[in-house]
């Protein structure tokens, strides 16, 4: 399991901690007990336990999200194979990006 104090990343996700949620956020509700960060086309999702923390989008931007952590709990990568380390996560506030790479046709979501 990776911990850290300011920033990590797992596959295509950049997590930073940061000192409070923004405005203008909405609420997410979770998906089968947990709260999908990154949706996988192939099912591998990276996730959280609903239980522990709330999501929130911003709805003018769809490649970031924010975690509020109630109790400590770690975010998941769901693959069986070639998977990343979970990450422990504190109680806290987080913001979630999802990374992007540059190519010939311009700016794309990195695929994990």
């Known amino acids: 399991m990776i911990t850290f104090r300011k920033q990590a990343a797992q596959g295509d996700l950049l997590i930073t901690r940061i000192q409070k949620l923004p405005k203008e956020l909405t609420e997410r509700k979770p998906e089968d007990g947990r709260h ?3 949706h996988s086309e192939t099912g591998h999702h990276h996730v ?3 239980e522990k923390v709330h999501l ?3 709805e003018q931007d769809s490649m970031i999200c924010y975690l509020s952590v109630t ?7 769901l693959r069986s194979f070639n998977t990343h380390a979970p990450i422990a996560l504190e109680k806290g ?3 979630i990006r999802r990374q992007r790479e540059y190519v010939p046709e311009g700016w794309r979501r990195v695929e994990d």
């Not at 109790?71 to 990568?77: A, K």
């Open 71 to 77: 109790q400590p709990t770690e975010l998941f990568h």
């Open 93 to 95: 506030v987080y913001e």
């Open 56 to 58: 929130f989008k911003n």
């Open 48 to 50: 959280v336990d609903a």
């Open 36 to 38: 999908i960060l990154a």
